[in-house]
């Protein structure tokens, strides 16, 4: 009887595990083998052993979409964390928490397509910049979106502000749900203020702060939507960041086997970071 | 019991799983996958209803309007009998790659039984000919000429330049008044816009040599056209890169005077910007930079081809022998501004002449446009270098960004 539960309770998981194999697994697997070959595409596969993977290190553009990938990473681990962090302390004590929490959850149900759109038709010629040169700032009535360098620091601010609204409600779930023993304690010890803050609210809003650092800083490294439709990763590939020179060398240039490449190694860095990060900060949670 | 709904539903799970990749076989309809999405897509199924009402076999339009995701889609189903009977394509390295894989239709015969018969120009069979074989049919045949602003043209009293020297004196006229002489789109691949209508106008078989590998990058003479297109950007004779669409905007609003385009986007001007053509706006063909030299206007010809292994390949070369009949093609021609064969009219003036004058070959050369003419290894690296030239236009970029081509093509012409 035992044994026909067990064999029953496996029937219960396998379509989701024949969805995992099938459409991660596999997946994962192709990637791995073609990232070892020159295919195109089309006709067969080659073995090249490693070459792609040096070939990759040796091109200029993926050194530079490694340098920015690094610049959206920095930008999307402070502006998507402590941005929403001051934003749930201020609502939290808000009398209409209701409605800012409305407000600024309210980008995060639109879809970064989208967001790339509106912000692209804003900064178009016919948008910010011409207004801006209207007002008589002349040398600001540019492509904005079209200067090399510049351009990931105007798509950083067009688009990384969206995340702040899901962000925001997880801090506010966490200082809602915080045991409110500690800090009745610390206060009638005379703590207040910052000092409140930094030494009883924040260490106890910290499994919170893992989890919210550790998917701004994923979502840092996967960053595409929002590039390819504002830049295309341009001009002249300036503005890529890993995802985008993945994507563009697989399925712009058909080089399947350096894009699947670029690709491995990607998953191995986020991959790489997301154990180091949570082993890190768990064990000196647990040490303490 | 619950044994018995267990099994029932990983049944259905599997069954669902298993129906997914079943494709339309029993569809009557020949698929026809196409990149040119959007509102070619009910023009096509108008030019399908027209066959099928005719007594041939329709098709049914499956439109892409995002380019990469077509041909990775295309190119995964190419190998087995799901792939669509019919697709649009490119000409040059993209299909020769599809034929070297023994993944098309060869269609020499058809071209001669049909396509002629029909009208359709027997010298584009050779954007389509890979070692002596045709393998695909004309989707759109775009020819590229400098659209102009009549207004601003009329304003400053320019006229349509014969030579190198006028128009070279029309973009200074028209800097001197402040307005941007050439509109640019931004997109990544259209750097070589220019870069190719600037060597053909210099030399046509500088051109010829360039793409087919016999002439290198590095060739002093390629290094004169880049000091001639190094000094146009360098006086402003180019407006600042913009998306496509606000590059025509600029120019229905008098703030660029002329671009670059083929000529079927008069269809787009007077649709969407209310400009009618020959009355606010006119084409002419780029000048040479030689005295009594032919004039050069590059061609795009976008192919439709015949996937080998689909079920649907026999009904596909169907679909294409009624394809170019009059009345399906005057469809195209009414909706879409797209002339693929010479017994079609067209009431546009800018378009339609524009089409018929390319004919006269004592007149203007016609060559493919570099994008098709060039090994995609050579044009992956090219339209990214160009940019970076523009945007830089110096002596040690220049000299960089013709290595930096050359490098590529060393390797794809070796």
């Known amino acids: 009887m035992k044994r026909a539960n067990g064999w029953r309770n496996y029937l219960y998981i396998a379509p989701a595990v024949l969805f995992v194999f099938c459409f991660c697994i596999l997946s994962i697997i192709f990637t791995l083998f073609i990232s070892f070959t020159d295919w195109t595409g089309l006709g067969r596969f080659k073995f090249v052993g490693f070459s792609n993977y040096v070939a990759v290190f040796q091109d200029k553009n993926f050194l530079l979409s490694c340098i920015n990938t690094l610049?959206?990473?920095?930008?999307?681990?402070?502006?998507?964390?402590?941005?929403?962090?001051?934003?749930?302390?201020?609502?939290?004590?808000?009398?209409?928490?209701?409605?800012?929490?409305n407000i600024f959850y309210f980008p995060n149900a639109v879809s970064g397509v989208i967001?790339?759109?509106?912000?692209?038709?804003?900064?178009?010629?016919?948008?910010?910049?011409?207004?801006?040169?209207?007002?008589?700032?002349?040398?600001?009535?540019?492509?904005?979106?079209?200067?090399?360098?510049?351009?990931?620091?105007?798509?950083?601010?067009?688009?990384?502000?969206?995340g702040i609204g899901m962000n925001m409600l997880l801090f506010i779930i966490g200082l809602v749900n915080m045991p409110t023993e500690p800090i009745e304690a610390a206060k009638m010890e005379g703590a207040s203020g910052i000092g409140l803050y930094t030494k009883i609210i924040l260490p106890l809003l910290k499994p919170t702060i893992i989890v919210v650092v550790l998917m701004s800083l994923v979502n840092s490294f996967k960053t595409f939507d929002s590039i390819w439709i504002m830049t295309g990763g341009g001009p002249y590939r300036t503005s890529e960041t890993l995802a985008v020179t993945m994507y563009k060398e697989t399925f712009s240039n058909n080089h399947l086997g350096m894009g699947s490449a670029i690709a491995v190694m990607l998953s191995v860095i986020i991959l790489f970071i997301s154990i180091f990060y949570l082993r890190k900060t768990f064990t000196r949670e647990g040490s303490h | 019991m619950k044994k018995i709904v267990s099994i029932s539903c990983i049944v259905a799970v599997l069954m669902l799983l298993a129906s997914c990749g079943s494709g339309d076989a029993s569809s009557s309809e020949v698929e026809f996958y196409t990149d040119k999405g959007g509102e070619n897509v009910g023009i096509m199924n108008s030019m399908s209803d027209k066959i099928k009402d005719d007594g041939g076999v329709g098709f049914k339009t499956v439109g892409y309007t995002e380019v990469t995701a077509y041909e990775t889609t295309v190119q995964q189903s190419l190998d087995s009998d799901k792939a669509p009977g019919l697709f649009t394509w490119w000409s040059g390295d993209k299909l020769k790659k599809l034929v070297d894989n023994d993944l098309v239709v060869d269609l020499t015969k058809e071209w001669k039984d049909y396509y002629e018969k029909e009208g359709v120009n027997p010298s584009l069979a050779d954007a389509f000919t890979i070692d002596g074989k045709v393998y695909a049919a004309p989707f759109s045949v775009l020819y590229n000429g400098i659209l102009y602003n009549k207004h601003i043209f009329d304003k400053y009293n320019l006229e349509v330049p014969e030579t190198?020297?006028?128009?070279?004196?029309?973009?200074?006229?028209?800097?001197?008044?402040?307005?941007?002489?050439?509109?640019?789109?931004?997109?990544?691949?259209?750097?070589?816009?220019?870069?190719?209508?600037?060597?053909?106008?210099?030399?046509?078989?500088?051109?010829?040599?360039?793409?087919?590998?016999?002439?290198?990058?590095?060739?002093?003479?390629?290094?004169?056209?880049?000091?001639?297109?190094?000094?146009?950007?360098?006086?402003?004779?180019?407006?600042?890169?913009?998306?496509?669409?606000?590059?025509?905007?600029?120019?229905?609003?008098?703030?660029?005077?002329?671009?670059?385009?083929?000529?079927?986007?008069?269809?787009?001007?007077?649709?969407?910007?209310?400009?009618?053509?020959?009355?606010?706006?006119?084409?002419?063909?780029?000048?040479?930079?030689?005295?009594?030299?032919?004039?050069?206007?590059?061609?795009?010809?976008?192919?439709?081809?015949?996937?080998?292994?689909?079920?649907?390949?026999?009904?596909?070369?169907?679909?294409?022998?009624?394809?170019?009949?009059?009345?399906?093609?005057?469809?195209?021609?009414?909706?879409?501004?797209?002339?693929?064969?010479?017994?079609?009219?067209?009431?546009?003036?800018?378009?339609?002449?524009?089409?018929?004058?390319?004919?006269?070959?004592?007149?203007?050369?016609?060559?493919?446009?570099?994008?098709?003419?060039?090994?995609?290894?050579?044009?992956?690296?090219?339209?990214?270098?160009?940019?970076k030239f523009f945007y830089n236009p110096t002596d040690a970029m220049l000299d960089d960004t013709l290595n930096t081509i050359q490098k590529a093509a060393d390797g794809a012409f070796k």
């Open chain 1, 71 to 101: 610049v959206w990473v920095a930008a999307g681990l402070i502006i998507p964390v402590v941005f929403p962090l001051l934003f749930a302390i201020a609502i939290t004590k808000s009398s209409f928490s209701t409605l800012f929490k």
């Open chain 1, 115 to 162: 967001v790339g759109l509106i912000m692209t038709s804003l900064l178009s010629m016919y948008g910010l910049p011409q207004l801006l040169g209207m007002l008589g700032f002349e040398n600001l009535d540019k492509n904005w979106l079209n200067i090399p360098y510049v351009n990931t620091g105007v798509m950083i601010g067009a688009s990384v502000w969206q």
């Open chain 2, 164 to 387: 190198w020297d006028d128009f070279i004196k029309v973009c200074d006229t028209l800097k001197a008044n402040k307005i941007d002489p050439i509109g640019l789109k931004n997109d990544p691949w259209a750097s070589f816009l220019w870069f190719q209508t600037l060597i053909a106008s210099y030399d046509p078989d500088l051109y010829v040599g360039l793409t087919n590998g016999d002439i290198k990058y590095t060739d002093p003479e390629m290094k004169k056209v880049m000091k001639i297109w190094q000094k146009m950007i360098k006086k402003g004779y180019f407006g600042e890169p913009v998306d496509p669409a606000s590059q025509i905007k600029m120019f229905s609003s008098d703030k660029s005077a002329m671009v670059y385009e083929p000529t079927v986007t008069s269809a787009t001007l007077k649709k969407d910007y209310n400009m009618e053509p020959g009355k606010d706006f006119d084409v002419f063909v780029p000048p040479s930079m030689t005295a009594n030299a032919k004039k050069v206007i590059f061609f795009e010809a976008s192919p439709i081809v015949v996937s080998k292994e689909s079920k649907q390949s026999g009904d596909a070369k169907k679909v294409l022998q009624s394809f170019y009949k009059k009345d399906v093609q005057q469809i195209f021609v009414d909706e879409a501004g797209i002339i693929n064969t010479d017994n079609t009219k067209s009431d546009d003036p800018v378009n339609g002449s524009f089409v018929k004058e390319a004919a006269d070959a004592n007149k203007y050369q016609l060559l493919v446009r570099y994008y098709e003419a060039t090994p995609s290894e050579v044009v992956t690296v090219a339209t990214d270098e160009l940019w």
